[in-house]
């Protein structure tokens, strides 16, 4: 007879009558670890949140090379602004000033440069000088094709002996007929790629139209018409007026920064310093109603203390429901007392790990306290619940505490050895969101355990024992073995038929696109008047949205921003790619010297036959266009780079003062449409000239890289532990009917959530993965397995030779059915978030969860009945 003890035996036997005899001491030495824990999560090094996106991707991809290479040459790509709204026009053009100048002097070493006054006049002076030849020419054509038509009208004998026959009969019948001339169209000056600035110059020569009526009859507003035409360059405009019928004028100062809106720590830092501008102006009396709010990229980054905010909400939820629910399934409140104590134990080394090992939490990272307390609560609950099984079979708590201990150590190490390896195969990821979640998260598994099986049987003995079992069985009390194994058996069956109908569904699972979908729900609450958003969307000179976040071109030489100017005229003009909005170069600023050349030929004409006095007596629109270009036609020579204005250049500028190597492309496609981001990406991020590639940065495309990393990695990752957690069942059951008997309950499992959420997103466009309950998916799988395996550990245990279905149910389904709702209420906090990306976690998570327990207790019943029945049941 073998009488050698296993180490489970050789463990428990010292561990436990070492604890129940200095149970006060050693519940002092845990209180003295967890403050030891507790100083590096609050004190050195303190763990803090990292929002950035770009440290989760790998150092090579190209995006984040652009990104730090954007950091050294440019700054920040973004815009930083201060928005301002005034009923006095003139104020709000002097506070301007005064924002600015308070920037320069408070604000040093975290700025480049500001803008505030965009004076064109130099755009006007020069305006033809933008125009290609063609339009030039076109120009010269419509004064003759004038010339002669104010010809005619005064002089009957003008004959224009080019003309064709018809067009000259139509004069000569009606001299007051007038020819329509378009001198060209209002969007030129942008589809040739002229900065926005420049555009107003033009504004003579658009043709005049009405205020639109929309169908209720109300005029399309104008938000330029009340400015005075020395600050319509300067100045936003006005917002269409409410009910009180004021007129408000809105200004902003532009800032770029050292350092792009994805950096959270400057971020930080920045905001703090606009808390301090915004109450020092707005500490101010003014002679009239005035407002300032921070507008732009880096406003929006405030959501990241809304989403650590988040996490404490949804740890606090999810605790308060697990607490209840482990009440009602103990029927006591020692119980819950009990288990979440020792969960929130496990939070501590698990942190505190997190804060030695990274020194920070990441977007993903940031709620593994909550996932925690819905995975380690599992462990806590088995062991008090086997427990309670035992208080009749032994007389002391020693011996029961000292037995649990013994059976439990097993199942618990291949429980966490599943889930922990579900985690781990996270570092194959490339994504390093992934790789670091896996390692914390594994973390907290394993302390989980060892807390469970440390320190919970110190805290049940410094509590003075385990509460008594329920005595009420499960099942009705009427039903035999026979009709307990029946009710499971259909239940089996039915299982399958979903599962052949979720065969169906399981393809249309699909991933979540529509960054909508992923972004904060605005609340109903009432927002105080001064801190309402004030629009900039509106631009100086042509009233066009214009995205704060382009992608910028980094060249070591201008002639390659000149090329790829040429390349983007194409796009724009020939090809009218849909995907592109505008862009901005020196080129864009400052033509060729040769092609001004060129022009000035074609504008010399223009000058000679625009000063003849017969366009004296032009009427109408003809007549403001003809004094028009007689101002702009003044112009005799070209310019060059340091002759425009010096904000124009800030906008190129980089930090070392130079400018002409860098230009910025605006996408024209809707910002949450992650199909179009990455399209966007594809055409735009990428440029070679001369045989070097240049560096392409926009955070928009880290965002992009970040979508893209997420989604090959996922289900490639899904795949891999899937394979793993197979193995595990091969090494962990050995036999072969063990083996079967848990695949298929976690297949079935896998296959019936597949299918649910397929079907979700078939019908509702409902449940789709994201690039934050991707997540969820190895945890849920890892988790899956862990019922299955208490399930056939159970009853195959040599120990539970006598157990039947009814006591297999009553005590390990019991406990499988406690932990598992206990994990989903884990989850449950983050359905009570406004962020629809965090709110997707805990949908799947629930749905996950819910339905392996489902799929476990139905066909590891059935199996437990069929295959693996006892032998004892064998033999009858």
């Not at 040459?73 to 301007?96: C, K, N, P």
């Not at 599962?499 to 609450?525: C, I, M, Q, W």
Request: with cysteine; glycine share 6%.
């Amino acid at each position: 007879m073998n009488t050698k003890k296993s180490f489970a035996e050789k463990f428990s036997k010292w561990y436990i009558p070492l604890i129940c005899r200095h149970k006060y001491a050693a519940l002092a030495f845990y209180i003295l670890l967890a403050l030891l824990l507790a100083f590096p999560i609050l004190v050195k090094p303190g763990l803090k949140l990292d929002a950035d996106l770009s440290h989760l991707l790998p150092e090579d991809t190209p995006s984040v090379k652009a990104l730090e290479e954007s950091y050294e040459r440019f700054g920040s790509t973004d815009r930083f602004m201060i928005a301002i709204q005034s009923e006095s026009v003139e104020l709000a053009a002097a506070l301007q000033d005064s924002i600015q100048n308070y920037i320069h002097k408070n604000w040093q070493g975290d700025f480049v440069s500001t803008q505030v006054d965009n004076d064109n006049q130099f755009f006007k002076d020069n305006a033809l000088l933008y125009l290609p030849v063609k339009h030039l020419e076109n120009i010269r054509d419509n004064l003759e094709d004038l010339q002669l038509e104010i010809g005619r009208k005064n002089g009957p004998l003008v004959v224009d002996l080019l003309g064709d026959g018809p067009a000259d009969s139509a004069s000569s019948g009606d001299a007051s007929a007038k020819k329509e001339r378009v001198w060209f169209d209002a969007n030129l000056p942008m589809e040739l790629g002229l900065p926005e600035e420049a555009v107003s110059a033009f504004d003579a020569f658009f043709k005049k139209k009405e205020p639109v009526e929309s169908e209720t009859g109300k005029k399309e507003w104008n938000p330029k018409a009340y400015l005075p035409d020395s600050l319509k360059n300067r100045l936003i405009g006005t917002p269409e007026p409410d009910s009180t019928g004021k007129i408000l004028f809105n200004a902003v100062v532009n800032a770029k920064l050292i350092k792009p809106s994805t950096d959270y720590e400057f971020v930080t830092k920045i905001l703090a310093k606009t808390d301090e501008l915004l109450a020092y102006f707005r500490g101010k009396q003014y002679p009239v109603p005035t407002r300032f709010t921070v507008e732009g990229t880096y406003e929006g980054l405030k959501e990241v203390d809304e989403v650590a905010n988040d996490s404490i909400f949804s740890f606090g939820i999810s605790l308060v429901l697990i607490f209840l629910l482990t009440a009602f399934f103990f029927r006591s409140v020692k119980g819950p007392i009990l288990v979440t104590g020792s969960v929130l134990y496990a939070c501590l080394p698990t942190l505190a790990f997190t804060a030695l090992f990274y020194g920070k939490l990441n977007p993903f990272t940031v709620f593994v306290a909550s996932i925690i307390l819905g995975i380690g609560i599992d462990y806590s609950i088995h062991i008090l619940g086997n427990a309670q099984k035992l208080l009749n079979k032994y007389s002391s708590l020693e011996e029961v505490l000292e037995e649990t201990q013994r059976k439990m150590l097993k199942p618990f190490i291949l429980a966490s050895f599943t889930t922990i390896a579900a985690f781990l195969t996270l570092l194959v990821a490339h994504f390093r969101g992934f790789y670091e979640f896996g390692i914390v998260a594994s973390m907290g598994v394993l302390f989980s355990m060892m807390t469970s099986v440390l320190v919970l049987p110190v805290f049940v003995a410094c509590m003075g024992g385990i509460p008594a079992a329920p005595n009420n069985s499960l099942l009705p009390k009427s039903w035999s073995e026979k009709q307990i194994y029946g009710f499971f058996k259909r239940l089996a069956l039915i299982g399958f038929v979903l599962g052949a109908v979720s065969l169906y569904f399981a393809p249309h699972v699909d991933f979540e696109h529509n960054l909508k979908n992923l972004r904060r729900v605005h609340t109903d609450k009432v927002i105080p008047a001064a801190e309402k958003k004030i629009s900039t969307k509106v631009t100086r000179a042509t009233n066009r949205a214009v995205t704060s976040t382009p992608a910028a071109v980094m060249g070591s030489k201008p002639e390659q921003l000149d090329k790829l100017y040429d390349t983007l005229m194409i796009r724009l003009h020939d090809e009218k790619d849909p995907l592109l909005g505008s862009f901005l170069t020196l080129k864009s600023f400052v033509p060729p010297a040769d092609s001004q050349e060129k022009r000035l030929e074609v504008i010399e004409e223009i000058r000679d036959l625009v000063e003849a006095r017969v366009f004296d007596k032009a009427e109408g629109e003809d007549s403001t266009n003809v004094q028009t270009l007689r101002k702009l036609a003044q112009v005799e020579k070209p310019f060059s780079a340091e002759d425009v204005p010096s904000w124009t250049l800030d906008l190129l500028r980089e930090k070392d003062g130079s400018y002409g190597k860098i230009g910025f492309i605006y996408g024209d496609f809707p910002s949450w449409d992650a199909h179009a981001l990455h399209r966007f990406q594809e055409r735009y991020g990428n440029w070679n000239f001369d045989g070097e590639r240049l560096r392409t940065f926009s955070s928009q495309f880290i965002l992009s890289d970040v979508i893209e990393s997420v989604k090959a990695d996922s289900f490639n990752l899904a795949s891999v532990i899937v394979l793993v957690i197979f193995l595990t069942l091969i090494v962990s059951f050995r036999k072969p009917s063990m083996f079967l008997a848990g695949g298929i309950s976690f297949g079935m499992g896998a296959l019936l959530t597949l299918g649910l959420l397929g079907a979700l997103t078939y019908f509702f466009e409902f449940g789709k993965i994201s690039i934050y309950n991707v997540i969820v998916i190895p945890m849920t799988l890892g988790i899956g397995i862990d019922a299955t395996i208490h399930f056939i550990t159970s009853w195959c245990s040599k120990s539970n030779e006598g157990m039947n279905l009814r006591q297999l149910f009553d005590t390990t389904g019991r406990n499988v059915m406690a932990s598992s709702m206990t994990t989903i209420a884990g989850f449950v906090g983050f359905l009570f978030t406004t962020h629809r990306g965090l709110q997707g976690i805990g949908h799947l998570a629930c749905m996950g969860i819910f339905m392996f327990l489902v799929t476990s207790v139905v066909f590891s019943m059935f199996l437990c009945g069929s295959w693996l029945k006892k032998k004892d049941e064998k033999k009858k």
